[in-house]
């Protein structure tokens, strides 16, 4: 008895440090961040290698809101998110829905043929990218790069969609086919909100994807009020420039709705990411 | 002028011909079908309407027009235009094949429809079943036309660049025409010079490496710990677990550049730490040294990654039925059994798919690597190939498009990753039990 | 309702394409003088984006009908972008690009030749326009010449032990290190092929040859250069940091932050270095070994150039040409600090040093071939420092930039 209880202690005591050292390395690195963002120097080697050694001051922040159009990269960065994790969830899901329930030509090749888009990696492709969007006069606008992320998110996901769809019982279509619904109405209330998890997954994923995409932006957008986020920030590390800190400063700000966001969603996300694994 | 037609199934082969003229011919003609029959006869009139755009398009991408040195510039005709709209027009004829397709087989089955009921189908209950039988093209149409524009075309693009001099300093649009050379680049990368052979060898060998070892340090990274938060009777657990997933809140931008500051050997701060306490005497070439760069690179990954794998377990592990943990511990199942020959097998199972997902993500996977070390250390070869010692194949190949405007060598990589890679993801995806019960 | 909503979207996304399909880029003549016309402008941030709006302020109020719209190309990327920007209509009628980029800009048909050149040939500095001529002929208006030159940390280093030979440096910072550990006597950007060239440079050796324009050598392994670039290997002895370390920013910070005594860089670090409070000067460079002169840096000329692609030409020069008069080179060196390109007296401390190794200094060629000299020099740069066969480096080198 008095084994058991001693082991118990051990193991828990072993588990915490395990945790703490764990939590360590994690932390390190942000610990910097959020030290970079409030000292008062501008380069990354200048700031102490005590964090906060050097004291504390708000003067980046401040200037990422006066002199810079940080409010603006903010915005069109969220427009450009929203929209994108909007039109993967719609376009995605029904695609899913399709290829779940019906049967027709050519399915496997297009399945299989989706999967293996993926792989190909495309920075020649951008130049063609360009061009597309030049003549359907997408260049240079906030839309033009959503349809870009929605492209490119379609094809995994339309197949990890499916997957889930395909262990939802067809006895609920069914049952509303005999009730009279058509395609569209079974799709849109019955089996979304069965599908619940894996579109929640979904959501986030393709919301969370394009705040700080760089290539993209860099290619597509040119104006200076359609800037982005990444394309903003990125110009205080380039070589010639070495403001860190106001870098940090702004990636802080960003990083810190979506933490908040992230803890304050744990148990929806880990049901939803036990979602996204192939159900037995 | 109204044929006459026999319903007893005969004359399909007259409907099948009549569609195969005209789309829309024998819906209008034979089968009284009005609505659907001027939708498919209106959208071959726009494409004869354009037609002469088309062949002009796909003539100019035979040959990629010719120099003209008389004219201004802006008024040149640009060769990479030429390719692009070419393919773009490719992937219109084929759209526009496939509604001809649809429409004569939409004629086929409506014919054999009037054949069973054994009279003609109103207008309106025409529209209904259109609209009921159109909706998975409907539900498939935005995915399939976002991805033939915005996924394929570049692809198709890509791969013809391949067989093209599109690079700097003498093929450069619209100065410049660029022309078809056929396999010329491929032998030059691969025949070639031993440098570059040896170098493409060598990064292809440590990018297979590189996925390797991430994908395994960040899953099983995560499910260790995943076991451990859910085992371990600590009471403050939800607190590490908030903690554990912060490096995949924070954009990994930001933290990699960080990174890439504390691990500098002689001014970051991990070395000036580490030897302020005394506990080495020299610094660490974390990032200067080859092989340790290599393998600061996984480790660090790993640190961002790990969180999202142990998200990922720790749902499979919760959606793990308790059925078969009750039925292990009234066998008297002690913890680890359970563990090792119920739960993780059975999250491993399932999360198999996503594991394989997450290893061909890493092989071109550009950020972990770009912004940690940007391909650096230089290596022996890199003078000639311009590839680091940490650069995988696809920051090679951003260095060849960006900084060195090679785009057909880049592309030839890019082809020839995507021969090496495709057979594992048909292989993958044929595994996977839906494709084998053929219940796709 | 839905479903014929997405029947009736689906028709459209075709039709979508085939009008997409049919919109050339139309190709307007350039309407009359007199008519509002607004010139977009390329221009890096941090200084010369408040110039050029200042500027177009200045020109809008002498020709009204004309106004300046400034958007933000760095410099680095303005000669990559325009290649695609301007084909499609999308691009500047004036962009900025340093001169090196000239022969790429050219055969890439991007650039329109200088208007009244030999007008602008006496104004200008005779380095800058010579810079700017290709095939005998001037493009773009020249708007600062730069170079880089040894500062020092006058806290760190005097002025009387200041080396004149790259020996001497070698001397001073290996004597300096083991006399304060933890700071380093000389610190530069050694993987960058921007700097690392000064060592190539012995005894007349100029990439490119002698004018710059040679296609068929680069000189870059000669005899005399290898014998530089050994001298160079050794200089590791002096500031023992592995290459991958001593990245640009490193090296800029330790100066910044007082912890180093001699660093190479150029005019852009003058204004971040006084306000991180170093006291500082500026010098010429120390001569090699075997050589009199200061070592031959990289001299360059930035310059607008007017795109091929654009509406407004005769307007883009006239703005162009009204940046490099008088007024406005003082007002550009106010806010920025760059050395004009004509010949005007501006007030600072260390000009001195800059003009003094802008005699020596050789402006960077801008042939194509140019292009591929940045990546190649770069790595063998940093593979020589890490103590690689300087023959072979050089030798893979001059192979990569002339074309395997």
Redesign the interface.
Same mark, same amino acid.
């Given at each position: 008895m008095r084994n058991s209880y001693f082991m118990e202690k051990i193991n828990k005591a072993f588990i915490m440090t395990i945790f703490i050292i764990v939590s360590l390395f994690v932390l390190y690195p942000l610990v910097y961040v959020v030290s970079a963002a409030f000292s008062p120097g501008t380069g990354i080697a200048s700031v102490n290698i005590v964090p906060f050694g050097d004291g504390f001051t708000a003067k980046h922040f401040i200037r990422l809101f006066t002199e810079t159009s940080y409010g603006k990269w903010f915005s069109n960065t969220l427009i450009i998110a929203v929209s994108t994790s909007a039109s993967t969830v719609v376009i995605a899901s029904l695609g899913a829905y399709v290829y779940s329930r019906f049967k027709f030509a050519f399915k496997k090749p297009m399945l299989m043929s989706m999967l293996i888009l993926q792989i190909f990696p495309s920075f020649v492709g951008m130049v063609a990218i360009y061009v597309i969007l030049l003549r359907i006069g997408g260049l240079d606008q906030l839309w033009g790069l959503v349809l870009v992320y929605v492209a490119g998110n379609i094809p995994y996901n339309t197949w990890l969609v499916k997957n889930y769809m395909d262990t939802v019982s067809r006895s609920l279509d069914e049952a509303a086919r005999i009730d009279g619904a058509g395609h569209f109405r079974i799709y849109a209330t019955i089996i979304l909100p069965v599908a619940r998890p894996i579109i929640t997954f979904l959501a986030i994923t393709s919301f969370t994807a394009p705040w700080m995409d760089f290539i993209f932006p860099k290619m597509v957008l040119r104006s200076v009020d359609k800037q982005t986020l990444a394309l903003g920030l990125f110009s205080f590390v380039t070589d010639k420039k070495n403001e860190f800190t106001t870098f940090a400063a702004g990636s802080l700000i960003v990083a810190i709705p979506f933490i908040i966001f992230f803890i304050l969603s744990q148990k929806v996300m880990i049901t939803s990411f036990g979602g996204a694994a192939v159900k037995e | 002028m109204e044929k006459i037609l026999s319903l007893d199934g005969s004359e399909e082969k007259k409907i099948t011909i009549t569609a195969s003229c005209f789309m829309g011919l024998s819906h209008i003609v034979h089968l009284k079908d009005y609505v659907k029959g001027i939708?498919f006869a209106l959208?071959e009139v +726009?494409f004869i309407v354009?037609s002469p755009?088309i062949v002009s398009?796909i003539i100019s991408l035979i040959t990629l027009g010719s120099p003209q040195p008389d004219l201004?510039?802006?008024?040149?005709s640009?060769s990479?235009?030429m390719l692009?709209?070419g393919?773009?027009?490719l992937a219109?004829i084929a759209?526009?094949i496939v509604?001809y397709v649809i429409s004569v087989k939409s004629a086929q089955e409506r014919y054999r429809e009037i054949c069973r009921k054994k009279s003609y189908t109103s207008q309106r209950a025409s529209i209904t079943t259109s609209?009921?039988k159109?909706? $998975?093209?409907?539900?498939?149409? $935005?995915?399939f036309?976002?991805?033939l524009?915005?996924?394929?075309?570049?692809?198709v693009?890509?791969i013809c660049?391949a067989f093209t001099n599109y690079s700097?300093?003498?093929h450069?649009?619209?100065?410049?025409t660029v022309d078809w050379v056929g396999f010329q680049n491929f032998k030059?990368l691969m025949g070639?010079?031993a440098?570059?052979s040896a170098g493409f060898a060598r990064v292809a060998l440590w990018t297979l490496t590189w996925a390797f070892f991430a994908t395994l340090t960040c899953y099983f990274g995560g499910l260790f710990?995943a076991v451990?938060l859910k085992e371990?009777?600590?009471k403050i @657990?939800?607190v590490?677990?908030?903690?554990?997933?912060?490096?995949?809140?924070?954009?990994?931008?930001? @933290?990699m550049?960080?990174?890439k500051?504390?691990l500098?050997?002689?001014?970051?701060?991990v070395n000036?730490?580490l030897m302020?306490f005394g506990l080495i005497g020299d610094p660490i $070439?974390w990032?200067?040294?080859p092989l340790l760069?290599q393998i600061t690179v996984i480790i660090v990954n790993m640190?961002a990654g790990f969180g999202y794998f142990m998200?990922?377990t720790?749902?499979?592990?919760?959606?793990v039925s308790q059925d078969l943990y009750e039925a292990a511990r009234i066998d008297g199942a002690n913890k680890f059994q359970v563990l090792g020959k119920i739960t993780l097998p059975l999250?491993l199972y399932?999360?198999? $798919?996503?594991i394989i997902?997450s290893f061909?993500h890493n092989?071109?996977n550009?950020g972990a690597i770009f912004f940690l070390?940007g391909g650096?250390?230089?290596?022996?070869d890199?003078?000639?190939t311009?590839a680091?010692g940490t650069d995988i194949?696809?920051t090679w190949?951003?260095?060849l498009?960006?900084? +060195?405007?090679k785009?057909n060598y880049?592309?030839v990589i890019?082809v020839m990753?995507?021969i090496v890679?495709?057979p594992f993801?048909?292989y993958n995806?044929r595994r996977?039990?839906?494709?084998k019960e053929g219940?796709? | 309702m839905n479903r014929k909503l997405v029947f009736i979207a689906m028709l459209l996304i075709p039709a979508i394409l085939f009008a997409g399909g049919k919109k050339d880029a139309g190709t307007g003549a350039a309407p009359a003088a007199e008519k509002p016309v607004t010139l977009k402008v390329w221009e890096s941030t941090n200084g010369p984006d408040e110039f050029i709006k200042k500027a177009g302020e200045a020109f809008t109020a002498k020709y009204p009908n004309v106004t300046i719209e400034y958007v933000n190309v760095e410099l680095g990327d303005a000669a990559g972008q325009i290649a695609l920007d301007g084909p499609a209509g999308v691009g500047p009628d004036l962009f900025a690009a340093p001169h090196d980029k000239l022969g790429e800009l050219v055969s890439g048909g991007h650039v329109l030749p200088t208007v009244n050149a030999d007008a602008l040939k006496t104004e200008v500095l005779g380095a800058c326009s010579t810079a700017l001529t290709y095939s005998g002929k001037m493009y773009g208006y020249p708007v600062s010449a730069e170079t880089y030159a040894l500062f020092y940390n006058k806290a760190l280093i005097k002025e009387s032990e200041l080396p004149k030979t790259w020996e001497d440096l070698a001397a001073f910072a290996k004597k300096f290190n083991a006399a304060n550990s933890g700071k380093y006597g000389f610190i530069m950007d050694v993987g960058n092929a921007y700097y690392t060239i000064v060592f190539t440079t012995s005894d007349g050796n100029r990439l490119f040859g002698p004018s710059g324009t040679d296609t068929t050598s680069t000189n870059i392994n000669s005899a005399k250069s290898v014998k530089g670039m050994q001298f160079f290997q050794n200089l590791r002895s002096a500031l023992n940091v592995p290459s991958a370390d001593l990245t640009t920013s490193v090296a800029d910070a330790a100066f910044a932050a007082g912890t180093a005594a001699m660093h190479i860089t150029g005019l852009w670090n003058v204004v971040p270095f006084k306000d991180a409070g170093i006291d500082f000067g500026v010098t010429a460079l120390p001569s090699l070994p075997g050589d009199k002169n200061p070592s031959a840096s990289f001299s360059g000329t930035r310059a607008m150039f007017v795109s091929a692609y654009s509406d407004y030409p005769e307007e883009a020069a006239k703005f162009a040409e009204f940046l490099v008069s008088e007024e406005m080179q003082q007002l550009r060196f106010n806010i920025t600090g760059a050395l004009p390109a004509i010949n005007t007296k501006v007030d600072s401390p260390y000009m001195g040093g800059f003009l003094q190794q802008l005699d020596y200094a050789f402006p960077m060629p801008s042939i194509p071939q140019m292009g591929a000299y940045w990546e190649a020099m770069n790595n063998a740069s940093k593979n020589i420092w890490d103590g690689a066969d300087v023959q072979k480096e050089l030798d893979a080198c001059n192979a990569a930039i002339l074309g395997k």
């Open positions: - | 939708f959208t +726009l354009f755009v398009k201004p510039i802006k008024q040149r640009n990479i235009f692009i709209d393919i773009l027009i219109v759209l526009f509604i609209f009921s159109a909706f $998975p093209i409907a539900g498939l149409a $935005p995915s036309i976002l991805l524009v915005f996924v394929v075309v570049p692809l693009f890509s660049v700097a300093p003498a450069i649009p619209p100065n410049n030059d070639g010079q440098t570059w710990i451990l371990s009777k600590i @657990s939800p590490f677990r908030v903690i554990f997933i912060l490096p995949y809140a924070v954009p990994a931008v930001v @933290s550049l960080v990174w500051n504390l500098n050997g002689t001014f970051g701060t000036r730490t302020y $070439p990032l200067s040294s760069a640190w998200l990922l720790m749902g499979t592990m919760t959606a999250v399932q999360t198999m $798919p996503l997902m061909t092989i071109n550009f070390t650096n250390p230089t290596v022996v890199s003078t000639t311009s680091g194949l696809v190949i951003y260095k498009t960006i900084t +060195l405007l785009y880049a592309s890019a990753i995507f890679l495709a993801a048909i995806f996977t039990k839906a494709y219940e796709l | -």
